[in-house]
Nanobody, 119 residues
Framework: QVQLLESGGGLVQAGGSLRLSCATS????????MGWYRQSPGKQREMVAG???????NYAESVKGRFTVSRDNAKDTVYLQMNSMQPEDTGVYYC?????????????WGQGTQVTVSS
């Protein structure tokens, strides 16, 4: 069973920066992609940024140019560097991992870490 442990959330002023980390434990044959989702108050959970095993990345339009997702393959750890943060970035950020064993895909989620941006 894979477990994801997020860290790095907290309170930051608008214009500030935070860096989230997500460490994995357990084993899975192949990691397809990792990334971050967030759930803001009153909204559905949305994808923020993802990185595939190839290294290709994708971002929500609202964070492009401000957030950067990266991954340390040796540690199976994914990071989210958040710069120029805005109050609308407030929410619970969830680490996500998609892996495979044979032809079966699995999705794993972390417990979430709160990020609050004050104006």
């Amino acid at each position: 069973q894979v477990q994801l442990l997020e860290s790095g959330g907290g309170l930051v002023q608008a214009g500030g920066s935070l860096r989230l980390s997500c460490a994995t434990s357990g084993s899975i044959f192949a990691i397809i992609a990792m990334g971050w989702y967030r759930q803001s108050p009153g909204k559905q959970r949305e994808m923020v940024a993802g990185i595939r095993s190839s290294g290709s990345t994708n971002y929500a339009e609202s964070v492009k140019g401000r957030f950067t997702v990266s991954r340390d393959n040796a540690k199976d750890t994914v990071y989210l560097q958040m710069n120029s943060m805005q109050p609308e970035d407030t929410g619970v950020y969830y680490c996500w991992l998609q892996g495979s064993e044979g032809d079966v895909l699995y999705d794993f989620w972390g417990q979430g870490t709160q990020v609050t941006v004050s104006s």
